[in-house]
């Protein structure tokens, strides 16, 4: 819980870090209350078995301020823990939408399309989640028994050690519960994250499909991301129960060993019958917080799994920008012994050279697979270069910078995209204030004029 605490203060800010550290130190507040407050049932239970009603009414007034002083403080948390979330849901969105917006083209293809908009729905929501909904009950599942074992140290050692060796045993199950879901999960996300890449590489390329027959059924790729996805959600769960089922063994095993000694120390005359049953209720409600630490964790790891993801992608380094942005003196395309690789071991370009000079057409002729559509990625930096050297206008273009290249490179793909709106949305989407004099004359170039 303290790593997923320390990965959270990653996407704040250094006010929104003083307030996570406030949220988290109010619910240990409550934790303690609450833990105190069960401590509290044993001698109000002792009193009451013994009819001492002045005992009674001291140690109920006493639960009373507990539990008034828990409740209070316990909203006051929840609503500035729902309060950080919705900060950090914005935060972590925003971050994400700027960041991916830096990123180079190339770093771009239909799985990181899927991985991304799977970070941006459930990633973010996962994440927001921790403030507004996981780390107040995790906190209380923790520091509460640890507050009732405390109070049992005091109250009745022997009791108090057996629940401690329990409290050992127990988080260890836990943990080793949290691990395997870490990991299922992890394959679980993978999976859904291929499968939307998928479902959206179907639905965009329909039109070759349906001329090449391939409709709804026959898609191999789909089908098979499908069945990963049904196979790790199957994973999933079959592993989740298994830790699940370890975890509560391992506290019910607590539970029995617990009883066995309050019994003994009863028949054996060393503990009254009063204080056992009142340390039996207390450690009662302790397996309870035991129990829902299992559940929680399983969600706290789920949650971490989302919040390590979005933070790697956030340390994903765009491609460095030039401090002085160079000027080109015009649109000549010069390539110098470009090597490249896309995967840094298979080359794909080696020592290649041509020049497309300023104002005329240049064709770049060859099979299929030999480097053409790579050549346009990288004279538009959708890439760097591996070797070699690649200029606009006579400057470098990792000398130029992203906004300066762009303003003077332009690529028609195959491929055409329409953003919802009119035409002229469209053509206006590079320069939004444009005049109707540019906005004519961008239409005259495309050709959209005929379309009109």
Excluded at 17 to 36: E, Y
Aim: negative net charge; charged residues 20%; glycine residues 8%.
């Amino acid at each position: 819980m303290i790593s997923v605490v320390r990965m959270l203060s990653t996407l704040l800010d250094h006010d929104g870090r003083r307030r996570l550290l406030r949220v988290v130190a109010t619910f240990v507040a409550t934790g303690i209350l609450q833990g105190l407050a069960f401590a509290a049932l044993v001698p109000l239970l002792v009193a009451l078995f013994a009819q001492d009603w002045d005992g009674v009414t001291v140690w109920a007034a006493v639960l009373l301020g507990l539990l008034v002083a828990h409740h209070v403080l316990l909203a006051l948390a929840d609503l500035a823990g729902y309060d950080l979330a919705c900060d950090l849901l914005d935060r972590t969105l925003a971050r994400l939408g700027e960041h991916v917006a830096r990123l180079p083209l190339g770093w771009y293809d239909a799985d990181r399309t899927g991985m991304v908009g799977r970070m941006a729905s459930k990633g973010a929501a996962d994440i927001s989640s921790i403030p507004g909904h996981l780390l107040r009950p995790m906190t209380s599942a923790v520091i509460s028994p640890v507050t009732v074992v405390a109070a049992l140290l005091v109250m009745e050692w022997r009791l108090g050690v057996a629940l401690l060796a329990g409290v050992v045993l127990v988080f260890a199950a836990t943990r080793l519960l949290s691990v395997i879901i870490g990991r299922s999960e992890a394959g679980y996300d993978a999976a859904m994250a291929n499968g939307s890449a998928r479902v959206v590489e179907f639905a965009l390329n329909q039109q070759a499909l349906r001329v090449f027959g391939r409709t709804v059924h026959g898609n191999e790729l789909v089908e098979d991301a499908f069945a990963a996805q049904r196979a790790a959600s199957q994973r999933m769960l079959v592993t989740g129960f298994g830790g699940r089922g370890l975890q509560l063994l391992a506290v019910q095993a607590l539970l029995t060993v617990v009883v066995a000694l309050s019994v003994q120390l009863v028949l054996g005359g060393t503990l009254a019958a009063a204080t056992a049953i009142g340390l039996l209720v207390l450690s009662v409600r302790f397996v309870e917080s035991m129990v829902d630490l299992g559940e929680l964790s399983s969600a706290l790891r789920i949650a971490q799994g989302s919040l390590r993801r979005i933070l790697d992608l956030l340390e994903t380094a765009p491609l460095p920008e030039p401090s002085v942005p160079g000027t080109p003196r015009d649109g000549a395309v010069e390539m110098t012994d470009v090597s490249f690789s896309y995967d840094g071991s298979t080359p794909v370009l080696d020592g290649v050279s041509f020049t497309a000079p300023a104002r005329s057409l240049t064709a770049i002729v060859g099979p299929s697979g030999s480097g053409k559509s790579t050549l346009l990625r990288l004279a538009a930096r959708f890439h760097d270069v591996t070797s070699g050297s690649v200029r606009v206008g006579g400057v470098d273009v990792r000398d130029l910078g992203t906004e300066a290249l762009m303003a003077e490179v332009s690529i028609v793909f195959q491929d055409v995209y329409l953003f919802e709106g009119t035409l002229r949305d469209n053509v206006l989407l590079a320069a939004p204030d444009a005049d109707p004099a540019r906005l004519d004359e961008a239409a005259r170039l495309a050709r959209v004029d005929d379309i009109v």
